[in-house]
């Protein structure tokens, strides 16, 4: 399949770094101004001269949700990414974006960071984008894990085990799709009505039954929301629409990790996602609920990082400095 991305000098060009005065002072970021003039924020955690995994957050989610791989992105010698994507935190918004317009941003900002080859790892409605990068640069992605990840449309539909039932879940979509983007629309009054003390933890019992889980989830769906609800938004609609790529469309390895009581994203759309993928390593995790990469983290980095140092060998690149370690390490 022809990839997006024509090039990484094309978008080096037109994009710079700049630090970016966020919506408050306590939470300013990084940023670059892409090709077509919107800002993409991201920052950084683990460790700075460890491999690159570029961590894609939940929907929704800010850059700060990659917070949650930091200690254990120092023990992996990784070095973590995290970038919001449009409408989300300071990055803009954008316009009728698809899935698959998300990798052009992917590799203009690695570009501007000097690096040619990187792990992703997405998390819920971040891993959508993780398949849709692997699928439109994979000359550059040598790792790619999913974890509690949204499948497409013809996933839910298929939980239904009758030719009726699919029908009748396909003929009433538009009618779930108006009252999910009414709910979204909602949530930025929600989040901030309540203390993270007092926050509903239906999200995942086991992982937001901890307070300072709680406040790191709070913190992370604040920032996301600050300037509304308009990138949630339309990011919930594609989740309710066909993809632009097929889930056969993805030939690389993909870990997979999946709790069978995940609420959010129930077990089945998990197992229709391995099973559809050419090539998948699923992780089924009894007791486990939507937050599970909270404590799995390393067991994540660690099958990413992984792979990229088994395609790193193999396929003998030319790396950037941030490359060199993996490259190295394999060699």
């Not at 991305?5 to 970021?29: E, F, T």
């Not at 538009?174 to 979204?184: E, S, T």
């Not at 509304?228 to 990790?257: C, N, Q, Y």
């Amino acid at each position: 399949m022809h990839s997006r991305y024509s090039g990484p000098l094309i978008a080096r060009k037109r994009c710079y770094i700049a630090h970016v005065k966020a919506h408050d002072d306590n939470a300013a970021a990084h940023g670059i101004t892409l090709p077509d003039g919107r800002r993409l924020c991201y920052e950084e955690y683990g460790d700075p001269g460890g491999f690159p995994v570029f961590y894609f957050h939940g929907s929704p989610g800010s850059r700060l949700e990659g917070r949650l791989a930091h200690e254990a992105a120092l023990r992996q010698h990784a070095r973590i990414i995290a970038p919001e994507r449009p409408g989300y935190g300071c990055s803009d918004f954008q316009r009728g974006r698809q899935f698959d317009d998300w990798p052009a941003d992917v590799a203009a900002l690695a570009d501007v960071l000097g690096i040619d080859q990187f792990a992703v790892v997405g998390l819920s409605g971040g891993g959508p984008h993780v398949l849709a990068c692997v699928v439109a640069i994979p000359e550059r992605v040598i790792g790619a894990a999913v974890v509690s990840s949204a499948g497409p449309v013809d996933a839910y539909h298929a939980r239904s085990k009758s030719t009726v039932g699919r029908w009748l879940r396909k003929a009433t979509m538009p009618v779930a799709r108006f009252f999910i983007k009414g709910g979204v629309r909602l949530l930025p009054w929600a989040i901030k009505r309540k203390s993270a003390k007092d926050m509903n933890t239906y999200v995942d019992k086991k992982v937001l039954g901890r307070l300072e889980e709680r406040e790191r989830f709070r913190a992370d769906v604040v920032e996301a929301l600050r300037p509304g609800a308009k990138g949630a938004v339309h990011e919930f609609d594609l989740h309710t629409r066909s993809w632009p790529f097929s889930l056969s469309d993805v030939g690389a390895m993909i870990h997979l990790w999946h709790g069978d009581a995940d609420t959010v994203v129930p077990i089945d759309i998990g197992r229709y996602v391995a099973n559809h993928l050419p090539r998948c390593q699923p992780r089924i995790l009894t007791g486990e609920g939507h937050l599970l990469i909270v404590d799995h983290i390393v067991e994540v980095l660690a099958a990413v990082t992984a792979d990229a140092r088994t395609n790193a060998r193999d396929r003998n690149p030319v790396v950037s400095k941030s490359n060199e370690a993996v490259a190295q390490s394999a060699g």
